[in-house]
């Protein structure tokens, strides 16, 4: 098989061990007979009255359609809030298993157009509280949480309005607040974020089912945490609403909800009759590849599940550790090309701060593997780019070819080691969707540029556009596009490095 197989077997595996049915099937068991349990994640709850289901998020329509086989005749019912035309869409790719049966009892809500929350979402996000709010002591509420459930679960407090609300969250996005901030503002102005629908739900027992689309899988920020005790006070959000310049422009609605809000957030035995786990995310998916790929023959280690930041400079760190892996496997990497490579790695995983990353002893234990194998580097996360441009593309495209231009530059310097290498980089995002373009992502080696020019297609001009999509959509016919059509999961993106000697024989 060539490299590049390899690397598009390996990304689907990742995918596909975080897809909803593998994952549903993994994490939760019925086991019927007199008295009937549920096990999750081989805890048992026993089945005493009523087995309810509510969720909400861009996955959540094939967790919910996994969850119903496992769970048959033992729900009563159900409700789950899903992105406007998702059911279209997964019956118009075939994917007849993320829907529900004909006669399912769970009832499906589209809304939040655009992921933002919108009267539908509210309808729908009405409709569960409903249901938790009625529940007694001795019923189980099973929660499915994805990606995209904090539009999709709006409930403004009193008395502030959907559209204020809505107003807020987007000045907040276009001023560049993190997904942390947004939803550490979100939780302190919801009924049911931030725990809300925990507390409601009180006190059956609820036990939540989590797919992590967020770095470092904080329980309170995914969706923001409708199930999970919350961290923040209402002081954090003030403090992010001034570090946006918006504590002046509040609605008095917000206003009055914030200085009325508990100053300490709810305590966390609270909570005790909460479960939460996450049963998908991206440490899970590139867990699945390294396995794989030492299947396949790969020296393999993973980088980081959290690789952050600016794209330009995640691709500097991938080109350098590309190097790096090159020269080792010339025989170069204990010289000085190789220290420099490795203070250069030092010192950009310093300024990118990556959560839980230690470049020192990641480099150590690069030293620890079989020189004679073909190595296989995982990583995963969420880069940022910062549009200049009006073309076409998404991160991990804009990341390959900005990986591809920067091994291309470094073929040029003396003893690169490049030459005696065959080298694939892919980066692609695990939802099958990468920006507003029908790719998931795209690879690169150190040829692509030059093979591109001698089509007449500069890479540097695409990149100063921003039009990722459209230099890989030329070049080649596409041939380097990662084309994964739409995988009804996300857990952020997945970057893959496979590199072996060239074979001289
Ligand atoms: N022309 C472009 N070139 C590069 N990146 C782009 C371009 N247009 C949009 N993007 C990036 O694509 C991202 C939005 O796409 P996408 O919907 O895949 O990600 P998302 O909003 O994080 O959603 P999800 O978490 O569901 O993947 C933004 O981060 C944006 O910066
Ligand atoms: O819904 C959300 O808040 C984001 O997708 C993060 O989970």
């Avoid at 967020?214 to 999970?228: F, K, N």
């Amino acid at each position: 098989m060539s490299l590049r197989e390899h690397v598009l077997s390996l990304f689907r595996s990742a995918v596909g061990t975080v897809r909803p049915a593998p994952m549903l099937k993994r994490a939760l068991k019925l086991q019927g007979g007199g008295c009937p349990q549920l096990l999750v994640n081989g805890r048992a709850f026993p089945l005493k009255r009523d087995l309810y289901l509510v969720g909400f998020g861009k996955a959540v329509l094939g967790m919910a359609a996994a969850a119903e086989e496992i769970l048959g005749d033992h729900l009563v019912r159900g409700i789950i809030n899903v992105p406007l035309g998702v059911q279209e869409s997964l019956q118009r790719a075939g994917m007849q298993e993320m829907l529900l049966k004909p006669h399912s009892r769970i009832q499906v809500i589209e809304g939040a157009k655009n992921n933002l929350p919108d009267p539908e979402a509210l309808r729908g996000a009405s409709a569960i509280r409903e249901l938790a709010e009625g529940l007694a002591v001795d019923d189980l509420l099973l929660v499915l949480i994805s990606g995209g459930g904090s539009a999709l679960l709006p409930a403004p407090i009193p008395p502030i309005l959907l559209e204020e609300k809505e107003k807020l969250t987007k000045m907040l996005a276009s001023r560049g607040a993190a997904i942390q901030e947004l939803n550490t503002v979100r939780k302190v102005l919801s009924l049911l974020k931030g725990g809300g629908l925990a507390h409601l739900a009180y006190p059956a027992q609820v036990v939540s089912l989590i797919l992590s689309d967020v770095i470092g899988d904080p329980l309170d920020i995914i969706a923001s945490g409708p199930t999970a005790a919350s961290s923040h006070s209402v002081q954090d959000c003030l403090q992010i609403l001034a570090k946006y310049n918006l504590l002046r422009s509040l609605p008095s609605s917000v206003e009055a909800v914030l200085s009325s809000s508990p100053t300490k957030p709810a305590a966390a035995g609270d909570f005790s009759h909460v479960y939460n786990v996450i049963i998908g995310s991206n440490t899970l998916a590139l867990a699945e590849a390294k396995h794989q790929a030492e299947g396949l023959g790969y020296a393999t280690l993973i980088l980081s599940a959290a690789v952050c930041g600016d794209v330009g400079r995640v691709a500097v760190l991938y080109c350098q550790l590309i190097c790096l892996l090159c020269l080792r496997l010339a025989g170069l990497g204990e010289g000085p090309r190789g220290s420099e490579v490795r203070g250069n790695l030092l010192q950009l995983a310093a300024e990118l701060d990556i959560p839980g990353l230690n470049m020192a002893e990641f480099l150590q234990a690069l030293q620890g593997l079989e020189p004679q194998k073909p190595v296989c580097i995982l990583a995963g996360g969420e880069t940022t780019v910062q549009l200049q441009g009006t073309g076409k593309g998404g991160r991990n495209q804009e990341l390959a070819l900005r990986v591809g231009l920067g091994l291309h530059r470094a073929r040029g310097v003396e003893a690169s080691g490049l030459g005696r290498c065959d080298v694939i980089f892919l980066s692609g995002g695990t939802d099958g969707q990468d920006g507003p373009t029908e790719a998931a992502g795209a690879f690169c080696s150190p040829q692509l540029v030059a093979e591109a020019l001698r089509e007449g297609l500069d890479a540097e001009t695409f990149l100063s556009n921003n039009d990722s999509y459209a230099f890989f959509s030329h070049f080649q016919r596409g041939r380097h596009l990662l084309v994964t059509g739409l995988t009804g999961t996300n857990v952020m993106d997945i970057q893959l490095i496979l590199i072996r000697a060239t074979d001289r024989s």
